[in-house]
């Protein structure tokens, strides 16, 4: 029906997340009937960021440096560490604008099922950051997951010897969230997460 490199284009586009198979046709399509004002300028951002983006050594997160800006920041609290799963929720952070301290991106979850070991992630570098002074706290913020509840013990049984307070992100009831559409996961660790008012 088309020709290989347009059917090429779908096929990759449709691995891209919340993209399948009908949603990467309708966006090829898009790209081609605006070539000039779409298709071009997409094709340099796509080369550009290919080449210019970096992992930051420091903490994992993506940027066109080495530190990334949010590590060369001065205005940061450098004692207090977030540490993530990914960089996506880095990115949450920092669009809420709820964190002015340091990030630690692990790059997963530890996951027996998947083969993910301790040594997949950055847990070593963490380790290394805290041991070499200066931390005082250490938020976990992993996602409220078997897998991320799991690294957050991992996490926190590699950092006691250190002396740093670990501490993690509540789980509960949302903001503007009604009792009568949560799970009862939610509601379990909401209630066990009371406290006074």
Not at 19 to 37: D, F, I, N, Q, Y
Request: hydrophobic share 45%.
């Amino acid at each position: 029906m088309v020709g290989p490199e347009i059917e090429r284009l779908i096929q990759i586009l449709a691995r891209l997340p919340g993209l399948g198979p009908r949603s990467a046709r309708r966006a090829v399509l898009h790209l081609l009937k605006r070539r000039e004002t779409v298709l071009v300028p997409l094709m340099a951002a796509l080369e550009g960021v290919a080449n210019a983006v970096r992992v930051c050594s420091t903490c994992g997160n993506l940027d066109t440096t080495d530190p990334c800006a949010v590590c060369n920041d001065l205005r940061r609290d450098p004692n207090v560490i977030c540490v993530v799963e990914d960089v996506a929720d880095l990115w949450a952070l920092e669009r809420a604008g709820v964190f002015r301290g340091r990030f630690h991106v692990l790059g997963g979850t530890l996951s027996a099922l998947e083969g993910v070991g301790p040594d997949d992630l950055r847990i070593a570098t963490l380790v290394a950051r805290v041991k070499s002074g200066g931390v005082k706290e250490v938020i976990l913020a992993m996602n409220a997951t078997v897998d991320g509840q799991t690294t957050a013990h991992y996490v926190t049984d590699r950092l006691v010897e250190f002396g740093v307070t670990v501490s993690r992100l509540a789980h509960g009831v949302p903001v503007g969230g009604e009792l009568d559409y949560l799970d009862e996961g939610t509601l379990s660790a909401a209630m066990k997460a009371r406290r006074p008012v």
